[in-house]
């Protein structure tokens, strides 16, 4: 197990020596000072808490100050852990994306992207009704929710309108196409949640297919 903090930076594609068009994604994906060793995870794995993305140090409050300081590393923006299992990791070193190869498959999780407040149609993709037999204003309505008499009430998850979007989202087995040391980036193979600039986390995949 091993895993990384990362920034979505966007999509672009690469061509293969056949000259097939590789969709990519690009994360800028560490450099993660690692500022504590957190108590022994799942399944025996150890969890560390790193930071990624600078920032000003005006835009710390006094305690995470503190905190930044006793590890002595710069302070970030952002502050999560992590689980690696292969090699101990010391306090004040970074995890960098060299510790990825090329070719092996990644789990990438994000928040997708909000939509707000969506019909049944988009949400859900419902098909809609018929715009003829006198239809008005029913083409993208939700339809019957329920019955009147019994048993009149409408039933707890049923596909409605509402938020869409902005949930924790986990795309599995994508394969890293390239690796780019100098610049610590990463494309790869296909979309991952999120917007431009939204943070990411990507682990090592255990699925073998």
């Not at 108590?39 to 808490?49: I, M, S």
Request: with cysteine.
């Amino acid at each position: 197990m091993k895993e990384i903090l990362g920034k979505k930076i966007g999509m672009t594609r690469l061509f293969s020596e056949t000259g097939e068009a590789i969709p990519v994604t690009v994360i800028e994906a560490g450099p993660c000072p690692v500022l504590a060793k957190m108590p022994q995870g799942k399944r025996g794995k150890t969890a560390y808490q790193v930071g990624f993305g600078a920032t000003r140090a005006k835009l710390v409050n006094k305690p995470r100050a503190g905190h930044f300081a006793k590890a002595k590393v710069e302070p970030t923006k952002n502050l999560r852990s992590i689980l690696f299992d292969e090699s101990e990791l010391e306090i004040g070193s970074a995890v960098k994306v060299d510790v990825f190869k090329e070719g092996e498959k990644v789990d990438v999780t994000g928040v997708s992207r909000g939509l707000g407040f969506q019909g049944v149609m988009k949400r859900h993709n419902f098909a809609g009704a018929n715009t003829t037999h006198g239809q008005s204003d029913r083409w993208r309505a939700p339809g019957s929710v329920g019955s009147s008499s019994y048993p009149s009430r409408v039933f707890k998850g049923m596909r409605m309108a509402g938020k869409m979007g902005k949930d924790t989202r986990t795309v599995l087995n994508l394969k890293i196409v390239k690796i780019i040391g100098e610049q610590n980036l990463m494309l790869v193979d296909g979309p991952i949640p999120g917007h431009r600039g939204a943070l990411v986390k990507v682990r090592l995949s255990n699925r073998k297919k």
